[in-house]
């Protein structure tokens, strides 16, 4: 599976932001896709997750009910949308994948930069 993130940039806060990760080279029905982030100075944190086949979620406290994840089946992406961003948010944001059945994410796209200004 070949991933590729886009959509970050530079936002005040409040503002919103919508990240896409386009997937190919594998259909994704056994896949579950996630979001992931890491701040300056700190480790790789996950953001949120959906399995693909089935569509349930998953968010971080720090982002629930701020953040959507979803999916457009016939473009094979996964989005994130970020609403009311926080300074907090300032991270860089990786989509990733994994087989429903492994714990370990063993696809990721490259990371797109998300700032966000007080």
């Known amino acids: 599976v070949q991933l590729q993130a886009s959509g970050g940039g530079l936002v005040q806060a409040g503002g919103s932001l919508r990240l896409s990760c386009s997937a190919s080279g594998r259909t994704l029905g056994s896949y579950v896709m996630g979001w992931f982030r890491q701040a300056p100075g700190k480790e790789r944190d996950i953001v949120a997750t959906?399995?693909?086949?089935?569509?349930?979620?998953y968010y971080a406290d720090s982002v629930k009910g701020r953040f959507t994840i979803s999916r457009d089946n016939a473009k094979n992406t996964v989005y994130l949308q970020m609403n009311s961003l926080k300074p907090e948010d300032t991270a860089i944001y990786y989509c990733a994948a994994r087989q429903l059945w492994l714990f370990e994410y063993d696809y990721w796209g490259q990371g797109t930069q998300v700032t966000v200004s007080s």
């Open positions: 959906l399995t693909w086949s089935g569509g349930s979620t």
